[in-house]
């Protein structure tokens, strides 16, 4: 239960970052941001992010404790370096299209959330980095130990991790970013595994 109290406290300072850190923000643009297309169907991965992310952290909460625990260092050491990160490298991205190229559901609801998101604290991607907290989230649980339930939830992860660019929210050296602090992160959360099924195991 003391692990949750990190999403409230990290709320507090993500809103802090993104609405009253008045700083000089570093753009994050590189040439492959250029080729890469619009698409606003993309918005429905990106979306699912908080089911995804959500539905992870709940499931491991009430079926697999171990599992929740290790998901929960997970997130609690990439989210804070990410804050943390934010707050000595100010970044932005100015990816969004000045006019979205169709009209339809999917563009309506992307101009409304263009306004009520920020452009600003983007690198490395937090969407990239809870997709991967889930995903490991999964694979880790006891109950989801199928190789279609983690080829899924693979995919799933993939999937939003490039909804980010295809909906220019990241620059792609956001998502790359991310990736090296989940590598760093894996067995420093992950490495007390061993350790807690011989605990599980002893009378």
């Known amino acids: ?13 993500f809103t802090y970052v993104e609405r009253f850190y008045n700083v000089e923000y570093h753009a994050m643009h590189c040439a492959l941001d250029d080729i890469i297309p619009f698409c606003e169907w993309f918005l429905i991965p990106y979306l699912f992010w908080f089911v995804y992310l959500t539905g992870t952290v709940v499931y491991t909460f009430f079926f697999d404790v171990h599992a929740f625990k290790r998901m929960m260092r997970f997130i609690m050491l990439t989210y804070t370096v990410t804050i943390i990160i934010y707050f000595i490298y100010p970044t932005c991205q100015t990816l969004r299209p000045a006019e979205l190229p169709r009209d339809n559901i999917l563009t309506r609801f992307i101009a409304w959330f263009y306004n009520f998101d920020t452009n600003t604290n983007v690198c490395p991607s937090i969407h990239v980095l809870g997709s991967v907290a889930a995903m490991l989230g999964q694979w880790d649980c006891r109950r989801l130990q199928k190789n279609r339930f983690k080829l899924l939830s693979a995919l799933i992860c993939v999937l939003i991790c490039i909804s980010t660019v295809f909906m220019k929210q990241h620059s792609v050296l956001d998502v790359v970013a991310a990736l090296p602090l989940c590598l760093i992160a894996y067995p420093i959360c992950y490495r007390l595994k061993r350790r807690e099924k011989i605990g599980i195991s002893q009378p």
Not at 1 to 13: D, E, R, T
């Open 1 to 13: 239960m003391k692990l949750l109290l990190f999403w409230p406290i990290f709320g507090l300072l």
